[in-house]
């Protein structure tokens, strides 16, 4: 962690189960990164310079946790060509990513994913193209403020794991009916959606809801 002139690394062990390569100067990571078979979290935060990820990313079979946050360079997303169902914590927030793969995304029990500070067709085409059984049935929270989005898709409500969800700083002007079908939903960030003209029957187990400086 924060060796920030650390351009390049080996790959020391395959019996690594956490590396923190956060704040380096890393352009890339090394195409057999798949040999760190016992891999459980990579965190990659604010690595200025990362511009691409291995396509073998989905190797990675003990993988929990993914952090991606604050890679300013990044903008393409590798396909998961298999399940990675031991990923659980996904963050891609403030990334330059505009898009994912919707038809190769196999996150099957995925169930914290942020996107806060990118673009917003990033979200939709994950979330909402994406075949129902390879993401989204165990997402527990999910994270998309700043994402300029100025709709929800109404296939919300099919995130029926869902307990947070942050939408603010969105331009937003209303929301979907089904939203009250996230019946486990207990908090529900809104703040700062200047936009957002009215609210819709809101889960009745809801405990949470910030809806200030919505003009």
Wanted: with cysteine.
């Amino acid at each position: 962690s924060g060796c920030s002139s650390l351009k390049k690394f080996p790959l020391i062990s395959e019996n690594v189960e956490v590396l923190l390569l956060d704040g380096t100067a890393i352009k890339s990571l090394p195409d057999s990164i798949e040999i760190l078979s016992k891999l459980a979290s990579l965190n990659l935060k604010n690595c200025k310079r990362l511009k691409s990820l291995s396509s073998d990313l989905y190797k990675l079979k003990c993988l929990k946790e993914l952090i991606l946050s604050g890679c300013s360079q990044l903008e393409v997303f590798p396909e998961i060509k298999e399940d990675m169902e031991s990923l659980e914590i996904l963050l891609l927030d403030d990334t330059s990513i505009t898009e994912m793969p919707t038809k190769r995304i196999h996150l099957s029990n995925l169930k914290t994913f942020s996107l806060c500070g990118t673009n917003s067709q990033v979200a939709v085409s994950m979330f909402f193209l994406a075949p129902p059984s390879s993401i989204c049935s165990r997402l527990t929270d999910l994270y998309l403020s700043r994402c300029s989005l100025y709709k929800l898709p109404n296939k919300i409500g099919g995130l029926s794991s869902l307990q947070s969800l942050c939408l603010s700083g969105n331009n937003i002007e209303n929301l979907p009916e089904s939203i009250n079908q996230l019946y486990n939903l207990r908090w529900f960030d809104l703040k700062y959606c200047k936009m957002l003209k009215s609210l819709p029957t809101l889960p009745q187990n809801l405990q949470y809801l910030d809806a200030h400086e919505c003009e």
